[in-house]
């Protein structure tokens, strides 16, 4: 958790000098929503799901059009694993708060990143013949993530992404192991700036 606060606050000393300046300025513009759609890979020891949707929604704004902030929410999908006689299947959601970055570097064309702290909720599952019992596990962890795109209008683009999610399940220390996983996600977007 430690980690994660240090994360946070080195996020926050990194924009302050650009929050500084925008409000200098009086330009706090490019209030943004974006939306994504596309499909996740899950990478968990020797498990690997490359079938499920991807989803994620961030709200945000960019100070001068180029550095902000944001705040999203993502469905990652769900992996499966099937044994002999069971199956087990886990599902995270994760709510995410980070900063962003987009940048023109021809014409209409531009590069974005973006990256930041995530908090998880999982939903585990285990079914062995006709019984289920599922359980839900909140961890910390974190995201980071890629795109190239093409602003259509002033106010609309659309893109293509590369996002990776590092999400826990359980707790360390506790009396289950802890299991850590990343998962890919590959996705197109359209984003609305104001």
């Known amino acids: 958790m430690n980690k994660t606060l240090i994360a946070a606050a080195l ?14 300025s ?3 513009d490019n209030f943004f929503v974006a939306g994504n759609l596309g499909q996740s890979n899950y990478r968990i020891g020797g498990v690997s799901d490359k079938n499920d949707v991807f989803q994620n929604v961030r709200f945000g704004w960019r100070w001068n059009g180029i550095v902000g902030a944001e705040i999203g929410y993502a469905y990652l999908g769900k992996v499966k694993n099937n044994f002999d006689f ?20 021809y014409n209409n064309w531009y590069v974005t990143g973006h990256g930041g702290y995530l908090r998880s909720r999982t939903t585990g599952g285990v079914t ?3 019984v289920s019992a599922t359980a839900k596990s909140w961890n910390n962890g974190w995201y980071a993530g ?20 590092h999400v826990k399940y359980g707790r360390a220390g506790a009396s289950e192991e802890q299991v850590n996983a990343n998962v ?9 700036r104001f």
């Open 128 to 130: 062995v013949g006709d």
């Open 184 to 192: 890919a996600a590959y996705s197109a977007s359209i984003e609305y």
């Open 26 to 28: 009086n330009q706090l």
């Open 86 to 105: 069971a199956s087990v299947s886990a599902k995270p959601r994760v709510g995410q708060i980070g900063v962003t970055a987009k940048y023109n570097f």
């Open 11 to 24: 996020a926050v000393v990194a924009v302050a000098p650009f929050a500084a300046k925008a409000d200098e």
């Open 146 to 165: 890629a795109g190239v795109g093409y602003d259509v209008t002033k106010n609309v683009s659309l893109a293509l992404n590369y996002d990776n999610y």
